[in-house]
């Protein structure tokens, strides 16, 4: 059984930061790309940022510059560091990691039951 746990969300004044994280735990083999998705009121779920086993990322275009994210290995862990929070930026976010749980099995796609962050003043 594997589990993801994010934590970290909250209330934030606009130009505030928040860091959030993601553990995954389990029966767990390697981790492949890890992700943080997010989904506001009435909008689909929309991908934020993207982090390789090598350490490889990749952003959307509205939050590049502001947002970074980071993983460790060893933890099993993503984080995702959000700095010059916008209104905008309010939303469930969500972490997704591609395990393999076995060498020869997956990797599987699992989420994270999500954190809410609203940016307001």
């Known amino acids: 059984q594997v589990q993801l746990v994010e934590s970290g969300g909250g209330l934030a004044q606009p130009g505030g930061s928040l860091r959030l994280s993601c553990a995954a735990s389990?029966?767990?083999?390697?981790?492949?790309?890890m992700y943080w998705y997010r989904q506001a009121p009435g909008k689909p779920r929309e991908l934020v940022a993207s982090?390789?086993?090598?350490?490889?990322?990749n952003y959307r275009d509205s939050v590049k510059g502001r947002f970074t994210i980071s993983r460790d290995n060893a933890k099993n862990m993503v984080y995702l560091q959000m700095n010059s929070l916008k209104p905008e930026d309010t939303a469930v976010y969500y972490c997704k990691a591609e395990i393999k749980i076995t060498r020869y099995s997956g990797p599987y796609n699992y989420w994270g039951q999500g954190t809410q962050v609203t940016v307001s003043s």
């Open positions: 389990g029966s767990i083999f390697s981790i492949n790309a």
């Open positions: 982090i390789t086993s090598d350490g490889y990322t």
